[in-house]
């Protein structure tokens, strides 16, 4: 095992840790929403909605990079709307994460015009994180190559090792060839195998060459190898290997996000790596939670799936609510210049979206704690469990949402 290897176990036990200690009462600092606040808020949503769905009556003339143009901008300006407006800071961050995404669109077309709308979205995704890796870093917040080609990444592998096409045999295959070409096998990286893996890999070595920055090519060995062992999640498992599968959850999570603060700057001071990771895994516990009746549809196994077969999921929900807010303050510490962080933006994002599943999925929920939740709510949970459906179907493209899916 590798240095870097040894750092990514290392903060597994220790998010593991954390996780176990963190209590499942709602923290005292989270934001209380009064009904008057909420329904002036919902007011402002209506308002968003009436500029922007009515437009769509042309939608389905448009080309797709003018409704990926159209949509980019309607999740920003929904994205300011839900997570506050009026800080220059923030409205910088927002306005250069929409021109960073535009030119992401356009690149990621041109490298593959065969990426689906569905594929765009996810790798876009990514590239979100990157730039807030870049402002919390002090860095200029745009598109990379490494960036670009990271992120893209995501529909080539952990779509395919996810994806129920491939026979347990053949992902098995395909990890062997992709650890092989991210250790430098050029052979390897020919295999027909690995498809166009190679070609977003050189977009990573035009912006760090492999001899140059060695932790570049060993946090991308690191989130394949956790990639590799979370194939175990995929079936039904006991509750006896509850914490073996807690750790696989937690060494995905934050080692995908580590690599995003990586090829900010092609390594990362200790503190930022643990900032970034426990960002990462954040992210994989509200993704898990985003997913549950997917998961549960596809037999993958979450700490969330396993769970609900029990009972309501108050308590773990609670304490993702309390580790988010922990967690994401740890990104106060990394920033080089005074007051550039925005880790309050990035806390509030997830927020948003752990509230909008439990308003989604309120079967999965004791009433006194939507209750509770609906608290720290800007929408009421009746209003906000049907926005989603509700622009989706306002769209008429399945595909396409305001809203991470």
């Not at 395909?174 to 977003?200: M, V």
């Not at 060995?221 to 175990?232: D, F, G, V």
């Not at 979450?302 to 807010?325: A, K, Q, S, V, Y």
């Amino acid at each position: 095992m590798d240095s870097f290897a040894e750092t990514i176990a290392a903060q597994t036990e220790r998010y593991l840790a954390l996780w176990s200690e963190t209590p499942a009462a709602f923290p005292d600092s989270l934001r209380r929403f009064s009904s008057s606040a909420r329904a002036e808020k919902e007011g402002e949503v209506e308002i968003l909605l009436e500029k922007t769905i009515p437009r769509l009556d042309h939608y389905g003339d448009m080309d797709q990079g003018a409704r990926e143009r159209y949509l980019g901008r309607a999740h920003t300006a929904l994205g300011r709307l839900m997570t506050g407006e009026g800080d220059p800071e923030v409205n910088r961050f927002f306005e250069e994460c929409e021109s960073a995404g535009k030119l992401f669109v356009r690149r990621a077309r041109e490298h593959d015009p065969a990426l689906s709308d569905d594929d765009i979205h996810q790798a876009l995704r990514n590239q979100w994180v990157f730039n807030s890796m870049q402002s919390s870093l002090s860095h200029p917040v745009t598109l990379t190559s490494a960036s670009l080609g990271y992120s893209l990444m995501y529909p080539c592998t952990d779509n395919l090792l996810d994806g129920p096409v491939r026979t347990h045999e053949e992902k098995i295959r395909f990890n062997r060839s992709l650890a092989s070409c991210l250790q430098g096998n050029t052979a390897e990286c020919d295999s027909t195998e690995l498809r166009g893996f190679p070609a977003l890999l050189q977009m990573v070595e035009e912006d760090y060459p492999r001899g140059e920055f060695p932790d570049v090519y060993r946090s991308l060995r690191a989130i394949h190898a956790a990639q590799e062992r979370s194939l175990l999640l995929h079936a039904p498992v006991g509750d006896r290997q509850e914490g073996s599968l807690q750790s696989l959850t937690i060494e995905k999570g934050g080692a995908s996000v580590v690599v995003d603060g990586v090829l900010v700057s092609g390594t990362l001071a200790p503190d930022a790596l643990h900032a970034f990771f426990g960002y990462g895994v954040v992210l994989q516990f509200i993704d898990d939670l985003q997913d549950i009746p997917h998961d549960a549809a596809a037999g993958h196994s979450t700490m969330f799936t396993r769970l609900c077969r029990r009972g309501p999921l108050d308590e773990i929900t609670g304490r993702l609510i309390n580790f988010t807010c922990s967690t994401i303050r740890l990104l106060d510490g990394v920033s080089p210049a005074p007051g550039a962080p925005l880790s309050g933006l990035i806390r509030g994002s997830c927020m948003f979206l752990i509230l909008e599943a439990v308003a989604r999925y309120p079967q999965f929920f004791s009433l006194p704690f939507l209750a509770a939740a609906e608290e720290f709510s800007p929408l009421r949970f009746t209003y906000l469990g049907g926005l989603h459906d509700r622009v989706r179907t306002a769209l008429a493209a399945r595909e396409h949402s305001l809203f991470p899916a």
